[in-house]
């Protein structure tokens, strides 16, 4: 069935550091696919979405592009700042019109 | 004022008591939904409701039962609560146009002793 693998955590990172998190899918025809944030304490939101092969999602410097080759939409962000620590989580939204998520990656920032 | 709340956003109860985690929004959307959060596992779906006539499982739905009271508010009750119940539980809601973005609550915490 439909699923979301990405890396584990935590990732820990200085101020200024670059970031990627790894996130692959399976699913079966061409699923939009989404990276959420959770901040402590709150619910998730979402932070960038993309919804066919070769587009690129981005916001607030982060980005992600749809890989359909390699079945990937790995999320990067090229100088982390300490407000980014938070769990995120990679999700695809296949035919059965329910979000999939992954298991959340947390990252730590610190200055 | 938050577009989607949930009361209580701390619980903690005892095996075999029923307990109701509450719902509201006031973002006019249909779409309502409860997941809940473990640590490794991500967020699971547990109920959807895509308007007050439609309710619909996830993928775990036992042990739990939703009430649609009104577009707006969406219960979650765990009728006869048990340890591994404890978790972080959220509700969102949608848009029946773009049922991919999701608008979340708080969460609420729960602990079954």
């Known amino acids: 069935g439909d699923s979301v693998t990405q890396m584990e955590g935590p990732v820990t990172l200085s101020e200024e550091a670059c970031l990627t998190i790894n996130c692959t899918y399976t699913a079966t025809g061409y699923p939009s696919l989404f990276w959420y944030v959770q901040y402590p304490g709150e619910g998730l939101q979402l932070l960038l979405k993309a919804t066919k092969a070769d587009d690129k999602g981005s916001n607030k410097g982060f980005e992600a592009t749809y890989r359909k080759e390699t079945t990937s939409f790995h999320l990067e962000k090229g100088s982390v700042q300490v407000s980014d620590s938070a769990v995120y989580f990679c999700?695809?939204?296949?035919?059965?019109?329910?979000?999939?998520f992954g298991t959340g990656t947390r990252l730590q920032v610190f200055p | 004022d938050a577009d989607v709340t949930q009361t209580p956003r701390n619980r903690i109860t005892k095996t075999g008591k029923r307990i109701m985690l509450e719902c509201s929004q006031t973002k006019g959307h249909d779409r309502m939904y409860w997941y809940r959060q473990d640590p490794g596992l991500g967020l699971r779906l547990i109920y959807y409701?895509?308007?007050?006539?439609?309710?619909n499982k996830g993928e775990i739905s036992d042990g739990y039962s939703v009430s649609r009271q009104a577009q707006a508010k969406f219960s979650l009750s765990l009728e006869s609560a048990i340890p591994n119940q404890t978790a972080l539980y959220f509700c969102?809601?949608?848009?029946?146009?773009?049922?991919?973005?999701?608008?979340f609550g708080p969460g609420t915490r729960l602990t079954v002793l």
């Open positions: 999700a695809l939204f296949p035919k059965t019109d329910k979000l999939i």
């Open positions: 409701s895509f308007d007050v006539k439609d309710i």
């Open positions: 969102a809601t949608s848009a029946p146009e773009r049922t991919d973005t999701q608008y």
